[in-house]
């Protein structure tokens, strides 16, 4: 029988509705996310906007390819929010967008966005976000390379296991 242990399932986390989060094959917007994360109270709106560079380790990068897992990836980036207002009480809004499918050189493949009353947690809180969310979301890349024989290439990578991505 049971020996004195309670096993609970652990309830999912809501989004609140003054955030934002979206899994998309769509191009991103700067501008609707940084409205997004806007509020009156704000005092800053701190945005991070990755996107595909032309190289990697040397290698010339010709194009990066994303897929997720939509439904967990979705409820990582809802832990990021709850986890940032439970170490940023005073954060307004928090908005995670990310890219899917082949993205070409110089597209956005993520955009992070917290507004806050101050500049230095809206700092924080946004690093926390894109660090949280490379190590923890159901993403993966494969990064596609041009060879010395003109001849394409590719490998898939987490975006957990890139560094400096």
Not at 40 to 48: D, F, H, R
Not at 51 to 58: A, E, F, K, L, Y
Not at 65 to 85: G, S
């Amino acid at each position: 029988m049971n020996s004195g242990l309670k096993t609970t399932l652990a309830s999912p986390i809501k989004p609140r509705p003054e955030d934002s989060f979206a899994i998309t094959f769509a191009p991103l917007s700067i501008e609707e996310v940084y409205l997004s994360a806007n509020d009156q109270s704000n005092g800053a709106v701190v945005m991070m906007s990755g996107m595909v560079r032309n190289q990697t380790d040397g290698k010339p990068v010709t194009a990066l390819e994303y897929q997720a897992y939509e439904p967990m990836a979705l409820r990582v980036f809802y832990q990021i929010a709850a986890d940032i207002r439970s170490k940023w009480s005073d954060v307004n809004r928090v908005v995670i967008h990310h890219r899917t499918g082949r993205l070409q050189i110089g597209e956005i493949s993520v955009l992070v966005a917290v507004g806050c009353p101050h500049r230095q947690e809206a700092f924080e809180a946004c690093r926390y976000a894109i660090d949280t969310l490379k190590h923890n979301a159901p993403i993966w890349k494969k990064e596609w390379y041009t060879g010395i024989d003109g001849n394409l290439s590719s490998s898939w990578v987490s975006i957990a296991a890139c560094e400096e991505c």
